[in-house]
């Protein structure tokens, strides 16, 4: 069965400062997909990226950056120079091509606070 | 509308009662999925409707929930007597074909009391 890990339940910076979330997987399909969620207070999830298991190239999106290693069964994400309104829970997910549809499985989230 | 649009925000009920959460999903979108967050964990898959039909509800608890998609649009998620441990935020999302990314309406919050 899969299974999404992110260790840090919270993670607290000063503004400015570059923070990396870590994600572990695991999975027994060769072929699957990974994704980041980020849920402001008002609740919904926001999507950021989704990456498929057969392109481990590293991905940039402005101040947002992705590291995945498969070797490693990681998908890590890091934020640089944090702003206050990164605050939020930030999820990873897993969905396998093999099982219906887009179904998710998520880590425990962690919760980013970014201090002025 | 713009996004995935789930009512009430809010519900309150008894312990006991039947209550009714209702998705509006992205106009077009053929998938759509329902999952449970409890307090300060990741969201849990409950069901998933590819057009009228639920193609895949391994993740309802129990009996008492049940979901339907009549249309192929509007979902309405049923939980029967309902209990405290059912509290929580149901969540909706949708995406345009199965294996795209889904995108979440803002959850309804479900306090059984």
């Known amino acids: 069965a899969q299974k999404v890990t992110q260790a840090q339940t919270e993670i607290s910076v000063v503004e400015k400062e570059d923070v990396t979330l870590d994600c572990v997987y695991e999975t027994r399909d060769t072929t699957y997909y990974l994704f980041w969620y980020k849920q402001p207070p008002s609740g919904e999830l926001v999507f950021l990226i989704r990456?498929?298991?057969?392109?481990?190239q590293n991905e940039i999106s402005g101040r947002y950056s992705w590291n995945f290693q498969k070797s490693t069964s990681s998908f890590n994400f890091t934020i640089t120079a944090s702003q206050v309104v990164d605050s939020a829970v930030y999820f990873c997910a897993l969905s396998e091509a093999e099982a219906a549809g887009n179904k998710l499985t998520f880590g425990g989230g962690t919760r980013v606070l970014v201090k002025p | 509308g713009a996004g995935v649009s789930q009512t009430p925000s809010n519900k309150v009920t008894e312990k006991g009662k039947y209550v009714e959460l209702r998705c509006d999903p992205i106009?077009?979108?053929?998938?759509l999925y329902w999952y449970r967050q409890s307090l300060g964990q990741g969201p849990e898959f409950l069901i998933y409707?590819?057009?009228?039909?639920?193609?895949?509800d391994s993740g309802l608890p129990n009996d008492r929930f049940f979901a339907v998609r009549p249309e192929g649009s509007v979902s309405t998620l049923k939980i029967q007597r309902t209990e405290r441990g059912d509290s929580a935020v149901y969540l909706c999302a949708s995406s345009s074909i199965a294996d795209t990314e889904a995108f979440f309406g803002q959850g309804t919050r479900l306090t059984v009391v």
């Open positions: 990456r498929n298991s057969f392109d481990e």
């Open positions: 106009s077009g979108h053929t998938a």
């Open positions: 409707f590819q057009g009228t039909g639920a193609a895949d």
